[in-house]
């Protein structure tokens, strides 16, 4: 079983195929978008933790 999965595994240096690369560029947008919302959400968190209604 393990001689197979080292059969599967890409090698360290294998380049990424086209869909890998389009993938990556997917994820790293999707990752851009998601720390700008977090960014956002504790920026408002404070506003409103300070805000005295």
Avoid: C, I, S
């Avoid at 869909?19 to 409103?48: C, D, H, P, Q, S």
């Amino acid at each position: 079983m393990k001689e197979h999965q080292k059969q599967q595994e890409p090698a360290p240096d294998a380049e990424l195929t086209v869909n890998e690369r389009a993938r990556l560029k997917e994820l790293e947008r999707r990752n851009r978008e998601l720390e700008m919302e977090v960014t956002f959400l504790k920026k408002a968190a404070a506003y409103f933790a300070k805000d005295p209604r």
